[in-house]
């Protein structure tokens, strides 16, 4: 069994593998690099074979997703623990052993990520990640150093190793015995909000998600689907009512739910008056889709837990009607 194994999901990424894949290589001595590529149609792999004959690669039967396309080919890999990282990051040296380090620290600490900064603009946060994610009660993610749109420069501000409730999946640190017994990420979901729900269900087996700012990588960001992107806006809004559908206890899922579509129909009305009617359809679309889905979901006995960073009041208000835009703001640390 290998120690540690970085493994990079690629969809037609042969620009960024091109462009990201030499800082993964010199920075990463003590770990086994691998591609696992989902059915790209670009020269990926052409790319791969004639430049990087040592590093292995896996060759998924279709375009899984960022889901089941791991699921898929972390079957095929024995590592101890998956680095999951994005091809559109680039790494730091030593950006392995603090995360490393901090895993083999506690057995309840089933996984943790980097500090994720910007590539375009390296003095600040990155919105997928930041400094490691939070949740508030309607299911609405945000980071320390990133709340919506709004991005803070790092002056070492969130400089400290601590408890988080998610971590990003750009670069996600995970003991593959924890990935396995939870059976990997939610396939279908296909990509977005999967590695949130991934860490929630973690934190209701008692596991731990962890930040540490002791390793930095630079993240791009919206390689595949950008934010402009309708299909973006299905898979996270209909992603996110899934997710809070399967994890919270029975109790709290209908008015949570009943307001998070309110919410939801409040955000379909701005789109629309901002001229993306596309977006506003999207939202109806991912609202059938959940209703049609979550039907797959049998109930389960939910342990009402003291779950580290969920924000249990409504982050809307924190942001738009009390106008606060900081994360150091909130009061969590």
Same mark, same amino acid.
């Not at 309607?138 to 709340?147: A, D, K, M, Q, V």
């Given at each position: 069994m290998n120690k540690i194994a970085i493994v990079i999901l690629n969809w037609n990424g042969k620009d960024f593998l091109e462009k990201f894949l030499p800082s993964v290589v010199k920075y990463s001595k003590d770990a086994t690099i691998i591609i696992a590529d989902n059915c790209s149609t670009d020269n990926s792999i052409d790319f791969l074979i004639a430049n990087y004959p040592e590093i292995h690669i896996i060759k998924l039967k279709e375009n899984y997703g960022f889901a089941k396309g791991y699921n898929e080919a972390l079957k095929e890999v024995n590592a101890t623990y998956f680095v999951l990282l994005n091809s559109d990051v680039e790494v730091t040296e030593n950006w392995l052993n603090p995360c490393i380090k901090l895993l083999e620290s506690n057995t309840k600490i089933g996984a943790c990520q980097p500090k994720i900064k910007a590539f375009h603009n390296k003095a600040?946060?990155?919105?997928?990640?930041?400094?490691?994610?939070?949740?508030? !009660?309607?299911?609405?993610? =945000?980071?320390?150093?990133?709340?919506?749109d709004t991005i803070e420069k790092d002056i070492?501000?969130?400089?400290?190793?601590?408890?988080?409730?998610?971590?990003?999946?750009?670069c996600l640190f995970v003991k593959s015995s924890v990935f396995n017994q939870l059976g990997g990420f939610d396939a279908t979901f296909f990509a977005h909000m999967e590695e949130i729900d991934f860490c929630w269900r973690m934190q209701h087996l008692g596991y731990k998600v962890m930040f540490t700012h002791l390793s930095t990588v630079y993240h791009v960001g919206g390689g595949t689907l950008n934010?402009?992107?309708?299909? !973006?806006?299905?898979?996270? =809004?209909?992603?996110?009512?899934?997710?809070?559908?399967k994890n919270l206890p029975k109790q709290k899922r209908f008015s949570i739910i009943m307001t998070r579509l309110f919410l939801d129909g409040i955000a379909g009305i701005k789109f629309l008056i901002e001229g993306k009617p596309k977006h506003t359809l999207a939202i109806i679309k991912a609202h059938?889709?959940?209703y049609k889905l979550r039907h797959a979901?049998?109930?389960?006995?939910?342990?009402?837990?003291?779950?580290t960073g969920y924000y249990n009041k409504n982050i809307l208000v924190f942001y738009y009607l009390k106008k606060q835009r900081l994360f150091s703001k909130i009061g969590f640390c």
């Open positions: 600040y946060f990155e919105y997928a990640g930041a400094a490691g994610g939070f949740i508030d !009660k309607y299911g609405y993610p =945000f980071c320390r150093g990133r709340i919506f070492n501000q969130y400089d400290n190793e601590t408890e988080v409730f998610w971590a990003s999946g750009a934010k402009t992107n309708p299909r !973006k806006t299905f898979l996270n =809004f209909r992603n996110n009512l899934l997710m809070l559908y059938f889709a959940f979901y049998p109930s389960k006995k939910i342990p009402y837990l003291n779950l």
